[in-house]
Nanobody, 118 residues
Framework: QVQLVESGGGLVQPGGSLRLSCAAS??????????MDWYRQAPGKQRELVAHISTGGNTNYPDSVKGRFTISRDNAKNMVYLQMNSLKLEDTAAYYCSADSPLTTRAWGQGTQVTVSL
């Protein structure tokens, strides 16, 4: 099972930026075989997808973050990133990295907290 470890969360003011990182390791397929996602979950709310990158590098975002968040991957380093710009108060949440492939069950990281506050 692939193991995912997120980092880069923290406290930032509205309008600021953060870059989240997710490192994949463990018993895993070639990292190229995983579609990678970033999800977030705020207190009292359901977990929601905020960014997706396919094995081929295609990306998708919900309207709530489109134009502000950018997902990228470095297959050579088994890493996926989430660049978050123009952060808003409503972006405050725990952010989770996830790996998915047709041959494995979806894997999740432990999450990293992002707090946007004045």
């Amino acid at each position: 099972q692939v193991q995912l470890v997120e980092s880069g969360g923290g406290l930032v003011q509205p309008g600021g930026s953060l870059r989240l990182s997710c490192a994949a390791s463990g018993r895993m397929l070639n990292f190229n075989f995983y579609a990678m996602d970033w999800y977030r979950q705020a207190p009292g709310k359901q977990r929601e997808l905020v960014a997706h990158i396919s094995t081929g590098g295609n990306t998708n975002y919900p309207d709530s973050v489109k134009g502000r968040f950018t997902i990228s991957r470095d297959n050579a380093k088994n890493m996926v990133y989430l660049q978050m710009n123009s952060l808003k108060l409503e972006d405050t949440a725990a952010y989770y990295c996830s790996a998915d492939s047709p041959l494995t069950t979806r894997a999740w990281g432990q999450g990293t907290q992002v707090t946007v506050s004045l």
